[in-house]
């Protein structure tokens, strides 16, 4: 069944330890742009343009798009893990062929990748919420929760990620799915305004598509305290089961890719 | 997890240090339309140095990725340890110790942190992993470069690291492949020496080459690939009498040179503006040119594996 089948072992944890390793080496640059980048953000966006745009539904603009800032590092710190650091490693650092040599199997390092883009997406979107409880702009304590959330989160971006790094003949061509993927689902996911001001079928198609949309969604309902029972389980449930057929389907592409 | 089956490999040493290593037969493996080893066939025994020669295309690096369960053979049989390659990859590779022709290092890290981080993945315990680390850099002359990146390591020292890698789960069998590509002859011969102290251990090696003096010293028994076949098996020197002949008598090529040997009936060929003439009675024969043929110059030298090599793969460019 291994062999059609791709099953990873615990093993994998090797993968997410030797990345996680790497990770807190060079800490000072990985943790100072989670931190700053929100303040950025909040100050620019929700002080500056929220001063214009005033209440949305009654919510002050900067906590409107707080859980969005959430959510979208939460998409940048697992997709731009698993596309541009997964390639480099896979492809010029040959770091994959390496650990293939040992008792581990593709099915392991690529699972071991999927698990630290998601773990990247739980500690990028951790710093900013404690940026973002300082300013006072997302709720107590259900905030807490977007921390397993994120990891969840994390995991769905990794494998979508995954997947197009798997296919993607050169570093360069992973551009197409970082600017015509990523670039439109960031402005268009009810990220700095709601999607009820877009036409009817974009807003349809945002929220059965694009995954950004779904992670808004939870993440806004955690900070903001409000939930909308249906929505809520609706984008929760998108997420677990996309994110459950992605993990399986990248580790699939990798090994067609890798196995020859 | 194949936890369960772990202890096949290894059950019963006395057996195992009499049954090969690595079995293959009728191995066979193609990428799409090419056939890349076309029904090849040998045995490895334990303790010796098995060399895989041959030019650029033959098929020594495609087999070695086979035996590293890390390409799926198209067809035949292959089995290391007594084990299949399709069933237990990570049962084989447990016990493998592999040097690659390309560096993968991983650059991330220092030389200490490279093997600390490798012995991971062979769930060996960090303490354990630490003293195997500090006496696997001791032994390949690096104790001074532990926690230097690997930027700050020359070619040589990354070769020696790569094998002090593969050495950092006692392996029962050393694959390597080019060991000593692109090294200058220091670094080379100081690898050699490392490799003949592992085979003086008892190890098993089996080794790719481009070199055929590494070859010649290195190895116990070789044998000779091209366009994924077998060409020729057997011990080094052997091979070199039975191909190429103890001494060979090389001289310039003049017309009239060619025109002595044509007389005497010998073998010959010419290269460039040279001619290799072999013969049971090389000196008589080196004479006999020297005095007759008005030759340049002539002399006699000792046949080596790369005669054979030329003479049994030719000298067509392999690109």
């Known amino acids: ?260 | 997890m194949q936890g369960s089956e772990e202890t096949t490999g290894v059950e019963g040493e006395d057996k195992s240090t009499r049954s090969p290593i690595i079995r293959a037969r009728d191995l066979v493996k193609n990428y799409g339309n090419v056939r890349a080893v076309d029904t090849i066939s040998f045995e490895v025994m334990p303790g010796e140095v098995f060399g895989f020669l041959g030019p650029n295309g033959a098929g020594k690096t495609t087999t070695m990725r086979m035996i590293q369960c890390v390409s799926p053979p198209t067809g035949g049989t292959l089995s290391v340890f007594g084990l299949d390659v399709r069933d237990h990859p990570a049962d084989i590779k447990k016990w493998l110790g592999i040097v690659p022709q390309e560096t993968n290092l991983d650059p991330d890290f220092t030389c200490i942190e490279n093997l600390l981080v490798y012995a991971r993945y062979f769930d060996i315990p960090a303490k354990e992993a630490r003293q195997r680390a500090e006496k696997l850099l001791a032994f390949m002359q690096l104790e001074e470069k532990a926690d230097v990146p690997i930027d700050g390591l020359s070619g040589g020292m990354k070769r020696r690291l790569i094998l002090a890698r593969a050495l950092i789960n006692n392996p029962r069998l050393l694959v390597l492949d080019e060991p000593t590509i692109g090294l200058d002859p220091q670094a080379r011969h100081l690898m050699w020496e490392k490799l003949k102290a592992l085979q003086g251990m008892g190890n098993t090696i089996l080794l790719t080459t481009h070199y055929l003096e590494e070859a010649e010293r290195l190895c116990n028994r070789l044998v000779i690939m091209d366009r994924g076949k077998i060409l020729v098996e057997g011990e080094p020197m052997d091979l070199v009498r039975r191909y190429a002949g103890d001494e060979i008598v090389e001289s310039e090529g003049s017309p009239q040179v060619i025109a002595c040997l044509e007389e005497t009936g010998c073998r010959y060929e010419v290269h460039g503006d040279m001619v290799q003439a072999f013969s049971d009675q090389p000196r008589v024969l080196a004479k006999r040119i020297l005095d007759t043929c008005n030759p340049g110059r002539v002399f006699v030298r000792r046949g080596t594996l790369e005669d054979v090599f030329l003479s049994l793969t030719g000298r067509d460019l392999r690109e």
């Open chain 1, 1 to 260: 069944m291994r062999r059609y089948f791709p099953v990873p072992t615990r093993l994998a944890w090797k993968v997410w330890r030797r990345n996680r390793d790497v990770f807190f080496k060079t800490y000072r640059v990985n943790f100072l742009p989670p931190f700053i980048e929100p303040v950025l953000y909040l100050l620019a966006l929700g002080y500056g343009l929220g001063m214009f745009v005033g209440d949305i539904g009654g919510v002050p603009y900067v906590s409107f798009i707080a859980p969005a800032l959430l959510a979208i590092s939460m998409m940048n710190a697992s997709f731009f893990e698993c596309t541009y650091s997964s390639f480099v490693r896979m492809y010029y650092q040959k770091t994959y062929d390496a650990m293939v040599a040992t008792p581990l199997s593709i099915e392991d390092v690529i699972a071991g990748e999927l698990l630290w883009g998601a773990t990247r997406s739980l500690i990028y979107s951790s710093a900013m919420l404690v940026v973002l409880v300082a300013f006072g702009v997302v709720a107590l304590p259900s905030s807490l929760l977007v921390i397993p959330f994120s990891f969840l989160a994390g995991l769905l971006f990794s494998g979508i990620a995954m997947c197009f790094t798997a296919v993607s003949p050169t570093i360069d061509t992973l551009n197409y799915p970082a600017f015509l993927f990523i670039t439109p689902m960031f402005l268009f996911s009810g990220t700095f305004f709601p999607l009820s001001v877009l036409p009817g079928p974009i807003q349809v198609f945002a929220m059965a598509v694009l995954p950004l949309a779904q992670v808004v969604t939870v993440t806004r309902s955690l900070t903001l305290a409000e939930l909308s029972p249906v929505l809520f389980l609706y984008s929760l449930a998108w997420i677990a089961s996309v994110c459950t057929v992605l993990f399986f389907v990248s580790i699939h592409l990798m090994k067609r890719r890798l196995v020859i």
